[in-house]
């Protein structure tokens, strides 16, 4: 006969197991989107046919991408959500780099920037989104 004891342990037990297995996905989504979101900048700077844009978007994406994937994941959020966390990141990064360039940052710059960080960020995010739905059947 198991006394109330043994049940209150065996209960906290499971329930610290269940929060490592939620905080081990987080981890695990973090790193699939900082891995999706190099990749996507990566090619995203090869198809401009500009090496440095590659590499760069590969730097830059790989945090962004980590960030991402971890407000994804601990968010529960859908598709839609995955792809307007990914560019509004991705958009941000985009502004802050056309405010600190030389020619400063212009109405036209700041709403292309909006529209290319949408793109360049939504596509990743949308895949991230998926992969954490997936992951939780």
Avoid: N
């Amino acid at each position: 006969m198991k006394t109330y004891e043994e049940f209150e342990r065996r209960e906290a037990d499971v329930a610290r197991a269940r929060e490592e297995l939620r905080l081990s996905r987080i981890k695990g989504h973090a790193v699939v989107g900082a891995v999706v979101f190099a990749a996507l900048q990566f090619a995203f700077g090869v198809v401009s046919l500009r090496l440095e844009g590659a590499l760069i978007g590969a730097a830059v994406g790989a945090p962004l991408g980590a960030v991402a994937g971890w407000w994804i994941s601990s968010r529960h959020l859908d598709l839609a959500g995955g792809a307007l966390t990914g560019g509004l990141l991705v958009a941000a990064v985009d502004l802050a780099w056309g405010a600190c360039s030389s020619d400063g940052l212009s109405v036209a710059r700041a709403v292309g920037a909006l529209g290319a960080g949408l793109l360049a960020g939504g596509i990743p995010g949308i895949f991230v989104a998926y992969h954490c739905q997936q992951d939780r059947c």
